[in-house]
């Protein structure tokens, strides 16, 4: 099954089907069948929602989707984190809701970030249902000028800046397929990485939907943007360009900022720790390429790397395989390595990676920030996103 799935993932993001190995090309018919029928699903669900035959639930507050046309690796977790943090600083509190894949890996990391905060998590498939749970627990207030006009009770803005329980706003995680929900905001994230892969759907390729549903977005999001090469950037840009020229384009990358120890979470450790240390990097996520190349930049002695398929939660024999691994780095380097996890990684289990003991196990934590790039900042971004959900903070 791992071998099959690493076949499929190879073929999305291959350069040229003709230099893949044999066992490749033998599924690539039974593939294509597949995502033409995806394709037609997708168009026939697409049009049942347009013509209004699948009912759209629109909720109180403005809706911001942070979405992704590929799988993987293209920074949607850490950018509705940002968006969170943008908009409990203009005073309003927002409701993340989120699907919570694979044992909720990903919502976990959110909570620890966002704990004692004004921002409040949702976890389960049904967005609408949790948004109006939450509603009913904490109230709810609209910032948009034109609701706030409406009233014409200016009292009521003031309570605003007060009453930061009530929820102002909704966040959407992997928002952009679920279209039962009305957005007033789509934010697509790209991976700078592996943008679009062969440019062919599920599961042929890696695109959930054809590249002109960019034609939706109000704001793409080229993340990783840090470790691909000017030339490449200019190129998606291009792509961008075609389907949306007006579509404003943003440059995120992850930035390191501490790592802690699985045995004992609460204590920050400087990133200065892998200081010309051996070092394995183990991780079971869409982008694994930024996060080792990341770990380069640290300043360790060496690093070795241990892939494993987007949200593999990790076994007992994988724990086993990692110990081997670790040995070998011992004897050939005579040193003891380190092994760092992302934060994804130890979210999904916590305890297994404790098994690695003697070995030192930390856990890299990082935050997305805006690069600056022709006039697109931080500052212009947050500015955008006051104005296109017209909120009056
Ligand atoms: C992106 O899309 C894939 C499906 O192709 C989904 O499983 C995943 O959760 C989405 N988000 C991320 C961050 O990968
Ligand atoms: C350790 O060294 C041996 C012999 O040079 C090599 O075959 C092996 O791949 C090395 N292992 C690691 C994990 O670097």
New binding site residues.
Partial sequence: MEKLKRAVKEIAYAQDQAKLPKFHSSLIPFLSFASSIYGAVLTLRHSLYRSGFFSKHRLPVPVISVG?L?????G??PMVEFIAKSLADYGISPLILTRG?AGGD?AKMLQRHLLGGPVKVGVGANRAAIANMFFVKYGYLDCRGSKLSERTNLDQKVESQINSEKIGAVIMD?GMQHWSLCRDLEIVMINGLMPWGNGHL?PLG?L?EPLKALKRAHIAVVHNADLVLREKLKDIELVIREIKDSLPIFYTKMDPSYFFDVSNINTKMHLEAVNDAVVLCVSAI?SANAFVQGMGKLGPFYVHRFDFT?HHSFQNKDIQMIRERLGELEDNFSSKPIVVVTEKDYDRDPEILKHLHPFQVLVLCSEMQIIPHKGSNEDQFKLLLKELLELEV
């Fill in positions: 992704n590929t799988w993987g690796g293209n949607k977790t894949y990903e992997d599920l890696p959930r869409g987007d």
